[in-house]
């Protein structure tokens, strides 16, 4: 005789028990992976969404213009994709999209995904690093961007009009949506400690979620003696924490170890 087939009641999935984010990417980042994947906390999964990208060329104020307008019709249907998996978070890999048209710009994006994806939480990068800054009481801030001269601009516009006053910004002008990532680190440490840091500022932020630099500016940070926050670990920060856990990690930044 055989045994009777058992079937269990349907519950929650064990994988991603405290908080399943899912990570919208374009196709060309490398770094969103790379970071996420060294913020280990027990019970948290990350899972990675990517919308294609035609026009990967950024050389010019027209191409990066171009650039945002071929991805905008391509981010819904990575959105659906991470939706079928059961997600409890969504969080926008991507940062120039987040900053463009200012806080209204940003607020039209936001309601859009927001329609998309209902009750769920959403994180983007503007918005976390708007949070990560207040958390500081930072006002006066520097910024890195791997843009060129037309998103450099938006970035001032969302920050001006969030409270901030720039003081200085650096954008490295980055020839294309995938060169962005293969900027040597020192590039990145000199241009932080020679052009963007002084006294007159409060801290120093790195945007553009395709520039890794979670692995020195923690060094940076300690070097300086004030916040130096990348966009990527903001963000994955803001998702963390909205889903009410509250782990500290050590070595990834004052974010993770104070708030």
């Known amino acids: 005789m055989r045994d009777p087939q058992v079937v269990s009641e349907p519950q929650e999935p064990w994988i991603g028990l405290r908080g399943r984010i899912g990570v919208v990417?374009?196709?060309?980042?490398?770094?969103?992976?790379?970071?996420?994947q060294r913020l280990t906390i027990p019970g948290i999964t990350w899972h990675f969404g990517r919308f294609p990208v035609d026009h990967t060329d950024?050389?010019?104020?027209a191409d990066f213009e171009r650039f945002l307008e071929g991805i905008r019709p391509t981010i819904a249907d990575a959105v659906a994709d991470l939706m079928s998996a059961e997600m409890t978070c969504i969080?926008?890999?991507?940062?120039?999209?987040?900053?463009w048209g200012g806080l209204q710009g940003n607020a039209e994006f936001l309601?859009?995904?927001?329609?998309?994806?209902?009750?769920?939480?959403l994180t983007t990068g503007a918005n976390a690093m708007v949070d990560a800054l207040n958390r500081f009481d930072a006002k006066r801030i520097a910024v890195l961007t791997p843009y060129q001269p037309v998103g450099d601009q938006q970035v001032r516009n969302f920050f001006g009009e969030s409270g901030f006053e720039i003081r200085r910004l650096k954008g490295l002008r980055c020839r294309?949506?995938?060169?962005?990532?293969?900027?040597?680190?020192?590039?990145?440490?000199?241009?932080?400690?020679?052009?963007?840091?002084?006294?007159?500022?409060?801290?120093i932020i790195q945007v553009g979620t395709n520039l890794s630099?979670?692995?020195?500016?923690?060094?940076?940070?300690?070097?300086?003696?004030k916040p130096c926050i990348p966009i990527n670990v903001?963000?994955?920060?803001?998702?963390?924490?909205?889903?009410?856990?509250?782990?500290?990690?050590?070595?990834?930044?004052?974010?993770f170890e104070e708030f």
């Open 91 to 99: 969080m926008m890999g991507m940062s120039s999209e987040t900053f």
């Open 234 to 255: 903001a963000t994955a920060w803001h998702a963390v924490r909205s889903l009410g856990v509250n782990d500290r990690i050590v070595g990834r930044g004052r974010l």
């Open 111 to 121: 309601a859009a995904v927001q329609r998309q994806i209902g009750a769920l939480g």
């Open 25 to 36: 990417i374009p196709a060309t980042n490398i770094s969103v992976e790379y970071d996420c």
């Open 213 to 225: 630099t979670c692995d020195f500016f923690p060094t940076i940070e300690q070097m300086v003696g």
């Open 58 to 61: 950024l050389s010019t104020d």
């Open 176 to 203: 294309s949506a995938t060169s962005i990532a293969h900027v040597p680190r020192g590039d990145v440490i000199r241009t932080v400690l020679k052009e963007l840091d002084g006294d007159d500022i409060d801290a």
